[in-house]
């Protein structure tokens, strides 16, 4: 019923950049809470940063300073901007949000398909 696609991933030399989105799409449905999270090759999924629908944020101590989280609700679309990017940033990074279909009372978490970010010389 709703779905979300993730871009931009690729990759970047290390100091690059590069900027994600996550964009929902489907039944009518409002979002909540949205995140970031990434997951390197034999390491657990790991939280690298949320955005509540107000616009406040949380980031993983990790990333602060270089990457930056945002979104914009009229377009239902979440974004990762992330700048000097470096080896270990390297893993799937997944897009997480929470969604109320409206014809249905409570909301669940979503997760898109991830995509992947590679940084290396």
């Known amino acids: 019923q709703v779905q979300l696609v993730e871009s931009g991933g690729g990759l970047v030399q290390p100091g690059g950049s590069l900027r994600l989105s996550c964009a929902a799409s489907?039944?009518?449905?409002?979002?909540?809470?949205m995140g970031w999270y990434r997951q390197a090759p034999g390491k657990q999924r790991e939280l690298v940063a949320v955005?509540?629908?107000?616009?406040?944020?949380n980031y993983a101590d990790f990333v602060k300073g270089r990457f930056t989280i945002s979104r914009d609700n009229a377009k239902n679309t979440l974004y990762l901007q992330m700048n000097s990017l470096q080896p270990e940033d390297t893993a799937v990074y997944y897009c997480?949000?929470?969604?109320?279909?409206?014809?249905?009372?409570?909301?669940?978490?979503?997760w898109g398909q991830g995509t992947q970010v590679t940084v290396s010389s």
């Open positions: 997480n949000a929470y969604i109320q279909i409206l014809s249905i009372n409570a909301p669940r978490a979503y």
């Open positions: 489907g039944s009518p449905f409002s979002i909540n809470a």
């Open positions: 955005i509540a629908r107000g616009g406040s944020t």
